[in-house]
């Protein structure tokens, strides 16, 4: 894993508010902005005592510090915002992508960047709430973050083309989960997992999701969503040649449910139960 190199506050920033929805960003934005512009323009209370000299001094230097702040922290969100709702959009767009996919290597063509991206969309579509590490690399520890139930568990991510996923990988987590108190973990990979690997992952709650398991995980969410979607009702089709001849209202077609008629077709008045007009279809 490669050594992340040192940045400044105003970087962190910028990170922190790429983690948070792009809409927290640019809320967070206003309210430093508001916040430190108040600040900055209160007015300083003239030295009154020599006494009081280190606290003129402080107020000074923190109305200094808030008509900078006032623009470099709320850019700094800003720039986080934007990050966060282009990083939701590249999600989106690489999980349709393999949804509406028909080629089994679907997988095979993205970076491991993107897959990363699009295991972490996998998961938020099930529930659980991602937290994106964004110091995997290509080869590097834990790549996600998921807390579901008030639970902590850890993703590694291994976008290896054509390569077996060996115990040694398995045994790195389990090692992570243990110290950082996690709850279960899953590696997903492109590719396959050896036999060794999933001996050992049996009965310590590791979950081995290879490229096969995936894509039917990332299908099915298509197939929940569509089943979840109610059926639109079609409104019953209104005669806009004929009048209701008690009342004048507009009449609707039914089937008749009891009766001598029973299952056949006529114009019911709209203001049915208060208007029982009805007039018969030739």
Not at 84 to 91: E, T
Not at 120 to 127: K, N, Q, T, V
Not at 204 to 211: A, P
Request: net charge positive; with cysteine; proline share 3%.
């Amino acid at each position: 894993m490669a050594r992340k190199r040192k940045q400044g506050a105003f970087e962190d920033l910028i990170d922190i508010a790429a983690m948070l929805p792009w809409w927290a960003g640019v809320l967070l934005a206003l309210i430093a902005y508001f916040v430190l512009h108040h600040y900055a323009t209160a007015e300083i209370v003239a030295l009154a005592s020599p006494g009081q000299m280190g606290a003129v001094l402080a107020n000074q230097f923190g109305k200094t510090l808030a008509t900078f702040g006032q623009y470099l922290i709320p850019l700094a969100l800003i720039i986080g915002a934007g990050i966060s709702a282009y990083g939701r959009h590249r999600r989106t767009a690489l999980f349709t992508d393999v949804q509406e996919s028909s080629s089994p290597s679907a997988l095979n063509g993205m970076s491991w960047q993107e897959f990363e991206m699009l295991v972490g969309e996998a998961f938020r579509r099930r529930g659980y709430t991602v937290a994106e590490t964004g110091g995997g690399g290509a080869d590097g520890g834990v790549d996600l973050v998921l807390r579901k139930d008030g639970e902590k568990f850890l993703v590694q991510c291994k976008q290896w083309k054509a390569f077996k996923v060996g115990v040694t990988t398995i045994r790195e987590l389990y090692g992570v989960m243990a110290a950082g108190g996690a709850a279960g973990g899953f590696v997903v990979t492109s590719g396959v997992f050896t036999q060794e690997a999933k001996s050992f992952a049996e009965g310590r709650n590791i979950g081995l999701i290879d490229c096969s398991e995936l894509t039917a995980m990332i299908k099915s969410a298509q197939r929940q969503a569509a089943a979840a979607r109610p059926e639109p009702r079609s409104a019953p089709a209104a005669n806009a040649n004929q009048d209701c001849p008690k009342c004048g209202g507009a009449m609707i077609r039914r089937i008749a449910k009891q009766g001598a008629n029973v299952g056949k077709a006529f114009w019911g008045c709209s203001n049915f139960p208060q208007c029982r007009g009805v007039v018969s279809i030739e």
